[in-house]
């Protein structure tokens, strides 16, 4: 059974960090391209970031600067480190590798 948790969301001050996890089981973790994206109330899902098998990255223009995502293939885990963060950046966000998606994890920004 292929598994994707996301955790590290929850309530952050404008300008505050956080640090996004998402452990993947039941997949070769090493073989995935993996991303995530985020979907605010009201608005599209977007993809925020990505990263390749040899950890080529790309990411959305709202998250240049000010995000990085990495992989670690001995803990099966991506993440994603957000800085400086904005009300704009409220959302949930999920991981994604191949056709396999995570349930998600809500980040508030809010003073």
């Known amino acids: 059974q292929v598994q994707l948790v996301e955790s590290g969301g929850g309530l952050v001050q404008p300008g505050g960090s956080l640090r996004l996890s998402c452990v993947a089981s039941?997949?070769?973790?090493?073989?995935?391209?993996l991303a995530w994206h985020r979907q605010a109330p009201g608005k599209q899902r977007e993809l925020v970031a990505a990263?390749?098998?040899?950890?080529?990255?790309t990411y959305a223009d709202s998250a240049k600067g000010r995000f990085t995502i990495s992989r670690d293939n001995a803990k099966n885990t991506v993440y994603l480190q957000m800085n400086n963060l904005t009300p704009e950046d409220t959302a949930v966000y999920s991981c994604?590798?191949?056709?396999?998606w995570g349930k998600g994890t809500l980040v508030t920004v809010s003073s």
């Open positions: 994604v590798g191949g056709a396999y």
């Open positions: 039941g997949i070769t973790f090493s073989s995935y391209s």
């Open positions: 990263i390749t098998r040899v950890g080529f990255t």
